[in-house]
């Protein structure tokens, strides 16, 4: 039987509470709405998109407040940053949710979540023949999606009545100078 939201949000919350006493840390008003609106949040989304979420509750709160407890979220099992994309780090709420990883295109940010049985055996596999027991990870793989290849000019390519690519126009003759 799958947890409620509200079921969700209160193991988050306790989860979070017990970390941060552990690290001499307390579960402020302020990180407590931090939680409840990234427990809210479905998907990848950016820190900017968080913080918005804080003021349409009306929930006042800074910034720094914000990039001060995501990383102890992400300590705690709560989210995990997600996609980087340039300068730009998206983050996903992972309390509750099964575990997948991303396929990403680096050209429009299209992303694919996905499972792959294979790829948890072998990092169990690596992490064992180092000695390692493996606590976390994710992986993000990152290429360019059908849409965005699907856009692309492909001067290399046979038209489409299957005759062979024109040869490529003759540059200028060197003039021997050297």
Not at 68 to 82: S, W
Not at 89 to 117: A, M, N, P, Q, W
Not at 130 to 144: A, D, I, P
């Amino acid at each position: 039987m799958e947890q409620s939201d509200k079921e969700k949000l209160e193991g988050a919350l306790d989860k979070f509470e017990r970390f941060l006493h552990l690290k001499d840390l307390r579960l402020t008003d302020a990180r407590a709405a931090i939680v409840e609106a990234a427990m809210a949040r479905k998907g990848h989304y950016p820190i900017d998109e968080l913080i918005a979420d804080l003021k349409a509750r009306g929930i006042r709160g800074s910034k720094a407040t914000v990039y001060r407890t995501l990383p102890l979220l992400a300590e705690a099992g709560i989210l995990q940053p997600a996609i980087v994309v340039a300068d730009s780090k998206s983050y996903e709420t992972t309390f509750g949710r099964g575990h997948h990883d991303h396929l990403l295109c680096g050209r429009c940010g299209k992303v694919i979540e996905f499972e792959f049985e294979a790829f948890e055996i072998l990092q169990r596999e690596v992490a064992s023949k180092h000695g390692y027991r493996l606590e976390s990870h994710y992986h993000e793989l990152v290429g360019t999606c059908p849409d965005c290849l699907a856009a692309e000019p492909h001067a290399d390519q046979a038209p489409a009545d299957g005759a062979p690519p024109a040869p490529p126009e003759p540059g200028p003759e060197p003039d021997g100078e050297g």
